[in-house]
C-alpha cells in the first residue's frame, strides 16, 4: 500500500495507532524527532487519554519515550533507588547530590532559574501587543535579558555574543561579503571578525537605538528571540535553551530535600524531563557497575556473568527502582533482550 503525508489533519501518534490497528503502514513520518516531541507534548497537555498510561504511578511502563531517551519516573521508586544507591547522600537529616553529580545538576537548575526570567519577559511583550508591536525599549530590555548580549572586558561595553554578531555585521556590510571574503583569500568568518567591528554599546538606550537603525537586524533578533522563547517553552528539555555563564551556574544552588515528600514535591513542580533523565542514566550506570562485579559471576567461570544471580538481584529491587533502569540494566547484561 502507498504511504501518504497528512501534515496538518492529525497528529503522528493518531495516524500511527491506526496503522497499528489496521496491520499496515498509512502515514509517512518526515522526522522521528517531531514525533518525539510531539508525544512528550501530548503526556504533557493531558489532551489525550494516552497520558493515563504515563501516569508516575504506572511508571513508564507502558508507554516508554520513542527514543528511549527521556521517560516518566515514580517518585517513590526514585527516591528510593537515589537514597539506596547513595546518589542522595543524607547528612545531619538532610538529603543532597553526590559531589559528582551536582556539577551537571546546577546546569540544569540555573536553566530552569533562569527560565522564569524568559517567561516575565514575554508576558511583557504579549502586554504590548506582540513582536509586531513592540517597542524598541523593552525589545533592548529583552534582548540584554536572553543574555544576547556580552560585556567586554576590555572597555566594558556591551556587545553581541559571537553567534549573532557574525550575523549582525554580515547584513551591516551588505551584499557580497562572501566575495570580498574569497578575494582575500578567506572564509566569510575570518573576513567579518578581521575586517568588520562588532557593535558596542555603553547603555540601554544606544542599544534601542541600533535596533531601530536597521530593519533587516531588527528581524534577525527578533527571530533569535522568538526562537530561544519557543524552546524554551518545550517540555523536554529543562528551563532557558539558552547556554549560561560559568560563573552564574557556580552561583546556583541545588535543592536539599528533608524527607521523601520535599522531594516528592519537587518532582512534582519543578522535575523536568531531562531532570529525570540525569538521574535515570545515572541509576541505571551505578546498577550496572555493580552487577558487573565479581559478586555476580559464574563461580565455574569468573569471566562469565551469572544470570540467574542477576534476574534474582533486580527482581528484589522491583519496590526500590524505576521500571526503566531495571529493564535497562537488564538488557545491558542480556537478561533480556
Not at 501534515?7 to 503502514?25: A, D, H, R, T
Request: hydrophobic share 35%; glycine share 6%; with cysteine.
Amino acid at each position: 500500500m502507498e504511504t501518504f503525508e497528512v501534515p496538518n489533519l492529525c497528529k503522528p501518534y493518531e495516524m500511527i495507532s491506526i496503522g497499528v490497528l489496521l496491520g499496515f503502514p498509512i502515514f509517512k513520518i518526515n522526522s522521528l524527532e517531531e514525533s518525539a516531541v510531539d508525544y512528550h507534548s501530548l503526556i504533557s497537555e493531558r489532551s489525550h487519554p494516552l497520558h493515563l498510561f504515563n501516569h508516575p504511578s504506572f511508571d513508564a511502563k507502558y508507554f516508554p519515550d520513542p527514543f528511549r531517551k527521556t521517560n516518566y519516573l515514580n517518585p517513590a521508586k526514585l527516591w528510593s533507588g537515589l537514597v539506596l544507591l547513595k546518589i542522595l547522600e543524607e547528612k545531619d537529616g538532610i538529603y543532597s547530590y553526590e559531589e559528582k553529580l551536582a556539577a551537571q545538576l546546577k546546569e540544569l537548575e540555573a536553566r530552569e532559574n533562569y527560565k522564569r526570567v524568559i517567561l516575565e519577559l514575554e508576558k511583557k511583550i504579549i502586554q504590548q501587543g506582540g513582536f509586531e508591536k513592540i517597542q524598541a525599549e523593552l525589545l533592548g530590555e529583552v534582548v540584554s535579558g536572553l543574555g544576547i548580549l556580552a560585556k567586554n572586558p576590555a572597555d566594558g561595553k556591551l556587545q553581541f555574543r559571537r553567534e549573532y554578531s557574525l550575523v549582525i555585521m554580515d547584513i551591516m556590510d551588505g551584499d557580497g561579503t562572501g566575495e570580498r571574503a574569497s578575494g582575500q583569500g578567506m572564509s566569510k568568518d575570518e573576513y567579518i571578525e578581521k575586517n568588520l567591528q562588532n557593535p558596542k554599546f555603553a547603555h540601554a538606550g544606544e542599544l534601542a537605538v541600533f535596533l531601530e537603525g536597521d530593519r533587516k537586524i531588527r528581524e534577525f533578533i527578533i527571530s533569535s528571540i522568538k526562537s530561544v522563547m519557543e524552546r524554551s517553552r518545550g517540555n523536554v528539555t529543562a528551563g532557558a535553551d539558552i547556554s549560561l555563564p560559568a560563573w552564574k551556574i557556580e552561583q546556583t544552588e541545588l535543592p536539599k530535600f528533608k524527607d521523601k515528600f520535599e522531594f516528592y514535591d519537587y518532582f512534582e513542580k519543578r522535575g523536568s524531563l531531562e531532570w529525570q533523565n540525569i538521574l535515570m542514566e545515572t541509576l541505571s550506570g551505578k546498577l550496572d557497575d555493580y552487577v558487573s562485579s565479581s559478586k555476580f559471576r559464574m563461580e565455574s567461570d569468573p569471566t562469565l556473568i551469572d544470570k540467574s544471580k542477576v534476574t534474582e538481584f533486580l527482581k528484589s529491587l522491583d519496590q526500590k527502582m524505576p521500571d526503566v533502569v531495571l529493564r535497562d540494566v537488564s538488557v545491558k547484561n542480556r537478561i533480556i533482550k
